[in-house]
């Protein structure tokens, strides 16, 4: 799934085509998304102009004056640039087109959305499926202080705390096991058992693990490309757990370990994050 990495990457990318441009057509292909795109949503932006391309956590905001197109990019979607006469491709299901340039949503799961968020309504924030997100983990408000504060009263694993995202937006599964390895902390320990130093790592590790994946245009898993319809960089670069079962680990050379923690794939280092479960 793109995750906080890849959909700003996807919106830096946007964000220097979009802005002060009139949108002369939306139009969608397959309205049957992970929510139905609303019926008018063509109507409701053409001839309108795009303001800014914004994000918050994983979705990525596009500001008219009356209103904002909210759009997801499901489990292996993406939004890229392709010229104004390139043929649309199987599985693109919603078309952006200006005077200057096109773009085109893939999702060949179909688990992306594009919605409609009319001002009328109220702030942006409000909309609920960005109300209760935690915070913005470049933003000045994510300290170590508040970190520890917020997981003080979290009985579950730190694992699962952190891909709940309620505290710190954009630690998603992969970026999860990455930072819980930097930090040394085992995945499976309750949150709130950790101690202040501890936390102190996990943020340091969580800020250095998304920024590392933004400088690498983010992560590739299946089918996910940026706005230029390039792969992301990051498993070649920097990941040192993540995928890699049985590699050694490049820290203390113990093959490296994977569990299912609700769902979700962990990856892991016995020996240095002291995992008990693999002892």
Request: glycine letters at 6%.
């Amino acid at each position: 799934m793109p995750e906080l990495p890849e959909v700003e990457t996807t919106r830096r990318g946007i964000a220097t085509l979009m802005p002060q441009h009139t949108l002369r057509q939306c139009i969608v292909y397959q309205p049957r998304m992970r929510w139905p795109i609303p019926e008018n949503m063509s109507e409701l932006v053409q001839n309108q102009t795009v303001l800014a391309c914004e994000r918050r956590g994983k979705y990525l905001l596009i500001r008219f004056a009356h209103g904002y197109q909210i759009i997801h990019l499901g489990m292996s979607g993406s939004l890229r640039s392709v010229p104004l006469e390139a043929p649309r491709q199987k599985h693109d299901h919603v078309e952006w087109v200006f005077d200057h340039a096109r773009f085109l949503l893939h999702d060949p799961r179909r688990f992306g959305a594009v919605l409609w968020h009319d001002l009328r309504d109220g702030p942006i924030e409000e909309h609920p499926l960005l109300a209760k997100l935690g915070i913005e983990p470049f933003s000045p408000e994510f300290t170590p202080d508040y970190l520890f504060q917020q997981l003080a009263n979290r009985k579950a694993s730190i694992k699962s705390v952190l891909l709940a995202g309620q505290i710190v937006v954009g630690v998603g599964n992969i970026y999860a096991s990455e930072s819980l390895f930097k930090a040394l902390i085992d995945p499976t320990a309750p949150a709130n058992s950790l101690q202040k130093k501890q936390v102190h790592a996990l943020h340091s590790a969580i800020v250095d693990t998304l920024q590392q994946a933004l400088d690498s245009g983010g992560s590739t898993l299946r089918d996910y490309l940026n706005a230029s319809g390039e792969a992301g960089a990051y498993f070649d670069l920097h990941a040192s757990v993540y995928g890699k079962t049985n590699e050694p680990c490049p820290r203390c050379q113990t093959p490296i370990a994977r569990m299912v923690q609700n769902q979700r794939a962990t990856y892991y280092c016995p020996q240095c994050q002291h995992v008990a479960l693999a002892k």
